[in-house]
């Protein structure tokens, strides 16, 4: 069984997906707990609705290593194997990603490598003000170097006539929380290399 620990500092929205997966016999993990460096962010009242553990850390009088060595105490304490980032607006030490070397998984609302180094409605509006005729998610694993770990699912959409940022935005999360959740299944299968 997969133990999974989930960084966010939004609203959390695959999550629920995730959650879902566990409920009902899709995936074989558990969540031991939700982590976000933001008071009210919205995926600790996610995971409150879900009987999951969940933390508020703050990062503002920290820098990035020693927040990373919070993290890391954090995680080891509550028993975690996979971290995963869902919304997590922050870039993680160097060293705390080399702490958690291929057990760190971000979604990325792109096809990376397009658009990597971009966050949230950034992306979708760069997709549309570009005239991509698709789009989608990625999971990768998270190094050092922001939106440029191994590529683990890539989930594509068309985009369509009259989308907007919201309507795109919508239409990937869907495919986030899917992404998601195979990922899952290739790391406990070992299906991967």
């Given at each position: 069984m997969l133990k999974l620990g989930v960084l966010g500092s939004t609203r959390g929205t695959d999550l629920d997906?995730?959650?879902?997966a566990i409920n009902d016999g899709r995936l074989n993990a558990t969540i031991k707990l939700v982590v976000s460096n933001k008071e009210r962010a919205y995926i600790l009242?996610?995971?409150e609705k879900n009987n999951?553990?969940?933390?508020?850390?703050?990062?503002?009088?920290?820098n990035r290593e020693k927040y990373g060595d919070l993290l890391n105490e954090t995680f080891l304490d509550n028993n975690v194997d996979i971290i995963l980032l869902i919304g997590f607006m922050k870039i993680l030490s160097k060293s705390f990603?080399?702490?958690?070397?291929n057990k760190i998984l971000n979604v990325?609302?792109?096809?990376?490598?397009k658009y990597a180094g971009g966050i949230n409605n950034n992306v979708h509006?760069?997709?549309?003000?570009?005239?991509?005729?698709?789009?989608?998610c990625t999971i990768h694993y998270v190094t050092a170097d922001v939106d440029s770990g191994p590529i683990l699912i890539q989930k594509k959409c068309k985009v369509?006539?009259?989308d907007t940022v919201e309507?795109?935005?919508?239409?990937?999360?869907?495919?986030?929380?899917?992404?998601f959740i195979e990922a899952l299944h290739l790391i406990e299968t070992k299906n991967y290399a």
């Open positions: 997906a995730i959650v879902s009242k996610r995971a999951i553990k969940r933390v508020f850390l703050s990062d503002h009088s920290l990603c080399k702490k958690w070397d990325h609302p792109s096809l990376l490598p509006r760069d997709v549309l003000s570009n005239n991509d005729s698709e789009t989608g369509q006539p009259g309507s795109l935005k919508n239409r990937v999360q869907h495919l986030e929380g899917q992404a």
